[in-house]
């Protein structure tokens, strides 16, 4: 029985994935940097130590993405930092469509005051500018030392709206099949209904809007990192960049260029990872899409 339910989500998931170009290609980008993420700083060393008189080394084979401002080499602050842009992407990304998930099949099924409370909450969220209104948040807590999860959670605070008003769109057109009036009659309770009936229908869907997260989550989270309005990590993306544009000076003479320029690279590499595997992922699970190829 675990065969054949492998077997099929196999066959219904993991196979057309592959096999579109855009996901698979995606796929290979994300998991380059999770690999990054996850093992690079177990196999590569990382030394904080100024060493100026290697400052603006350019790409060698002892250091492969040079040196910055400091002397210290930028491959290593790539890497050790990959971890915290990740891990911070990831999270920001789970709460988003969690607090998205919820509050939507919510919207959907309940009627009359409950759910008119509901829409003009998520109407709220969606026409509040979410970058002005995050760089206010984050501003805030500017003096609070907030570790991962918390820059996360408000980082997800603008982000979950979009997801729970579409959401909310497809459960309307679910809560009146006749399994869900067979729970409402056999008095299931709110709870089973909303998530053993309703959201695991919506599963693909949910997985989809979670990769479409990634993007903004990322340029959100390295934004807040690079305009210094979250807990300081040196070796964070945003940090780098921030550093080699204002700090270091490093557009204005030839030597720094690599500086920012590795940076703004794998910056954009996993940004791009991002956005081709939610195209894929949208091409395969969206009929739509699907007939336009």
């Known amino acids: 029985m675990r065969k054949k ?15 579109n170009k855009k996901s698979l290609a995606g796929s290979i980008i994300l998991l380059f940097f999770i690999l990054m993420a996850t093992i690079g700083p177990m196999i590569v060393p990382l030394n904080m130590n100024s060493d100026f008189a290697n400052r603006y080394q350019r790409p060698s084979l002892q250091h492969p993405f040079g040196t910055d401002y400091f002397g210290v080499d930028i491959f290593q602050q790539i890497v050790h930092g990959s971890r915290s842009v990740i891990s911070l992407t990831l999270l920001a990304s789970l709460f988003a469509v969690i607090i998205g998930t919820v509050v939507g099949v919510a919207r959907g099924y309940l009627e009359g005051i409950s759910g008119k409370l509901l829409d003009a909450i998520i109407t709220v969220f969606l026409v509040i500018p979410s970058f002005p209104a995050l760089l206010i948040l984050a501003a805030i807590f500017a003096d609070t030392k907030l570790n991962t999860v918390e820059v996360a959670l408000i980082v997800a605070i603008w982000l979950w709206a979009p997801l729970a008003k579409q959401v909310a769109a497809q459960v309307l057109t679910v809560k009146s099949r006749e399994f869900v009036e067979a729970s409402r009659m056999l008095n299931m309770g709110l709870g089973y209904i909303l998530f053993s009936d309703i959201a695991k229908l919506l599963i ?7 990769v479409t997260q ?12 690079f305009l210094g309005l979250a807990k300081f990590d040196p070796t964070h993306w945003g940090v780098m960049l921030n550093y080699a544009l204002y700090q270091a000076g490093a557009l204005y003479t030839p030597k720094g260029f690599h500086y920012p320029f590795f940076v703004i690279l794998n910056i954009v590499l996993l940004i791009y990872g991002g956005i081709l595997l939610a195209q894929g992922i949208e091409e395969v699970f969206n009929p ?6």
Not at 214 to 225: C, D, Q, R, V
């Open 5 to 19: 339910r492998f077997s099929n989500f196999f066959y219904d998931y993991v196979q057309p994935l592959i096999s």
């Open 204 to 210: 693909p869907y949910i997985f989809v809007n979670f």
């Open 214 to 225: 990634l993007k903004s989550a990322m340029e959100f989270s390295i934004g807040l990192m």
């Open 288 to 293: 739509k899409l699907r007939g336009h190829e």
